[in-house]
Structure formats: C-alpha cells, structure tokens
C-alpha cells in the first residue's frame, strides 16, 4: 500500500477548490456578458436573427454534450423520437422569451434584463429559494 504524504492531499484539496471556483466563476460571467451582447448585437442583427443565433449556437452546445455523453447512432436515435417535443420546449422557454427580452433590450439595463431573466428562469414557486 502506497502512503500518501499529507502534502499531497492540502495539494489535492487546494487544486479541488480553485476548480470549484472556476466553475462557479465561468458560468457567472458568462451569463452577465451574455445581456451585454445582446445590447450589442441588438443593433447590428435585430431581435429575431439575434435570438435565432443565441438559441442556436446553445442547441449546438447540447449537441455536442449529448454526443460526447453517448454513441452517435444512440445520439440520433433520441433526437429523432422526441425533435417535436424539443423543439416546442426550445420555442416557448427559450426562443420566444428572449425574442421579448431583446426586445425590450433598448429600455431596459443589462442588469435588469439579467435579474428579469433569472426570476423567470426560477419561476414563480421558487422564489423564495431564487432570491
């Protein structure tokens, strides 16, 4: 059996929570510089094409998880039985709110729009939870 040297595990934990951080630091900065370019892309794409874009691009993110989770022909399998459902779910929580944020992008701030989305995103049960 192999000991391990004390220093080697503070090494380990220290290592564990920089990754910790990293992963609640990216998403979070992520999120807000996402309203910012919205305001940005506002004026050069327009609301429907810059939603289109968003919603996209995410849908190809997921692709690809769900490709690197699971085979190819297992992949394409479960996109082909439930495309109808996926794509209704990706128009009413996805698409058609964020076409009415970037909407109301021009008056509202990004960090409004970010607060707005967070509270839908939550939903009205938890909100207590949410903040």
């Known amino acids: 059996m192999v000991a391990i040297k004390r220093a080697d595990v503070d090494d380990s934990a220290a290592l564990s929570a920089i990754a910790n951080l990293l992963q609640l630091i990216t998403p979070a900065a992520l999120w807000g510089a996402s309203f910012l370019f919205i ?10 094409l810059l939603m289109v874009l968003c919603v996209g691009i995410g849908a190809l993110f997921l692709v690809a998880m769900l490709v690197a989770r699971q085979p190819l022909a297992h992949t394409f399998a479960t996109l082909h039985t439930r495309a109808l459902p996926l794509f209704a779910v ?8 964020f ?9 509202l701030s990004a960090g409004a729009t970010s607060v707005i989305t967070r509270r ?3 939903g009205v049960r938890s909100s207590r939870i949410c903040g």
């Open 39 to 48: 305001r940005v892309g506002m004026a050069e794409f327009g609301v429907a």
């Open 90 to 97: 990706g128009i009413l929580n996805s698409a058609a709110p």
């Open 99 to 107: 076409c009415l944020f970037a909407y109301a992008e021009p008056t």
């Open 120 to 122: 839908r995103r939550c």
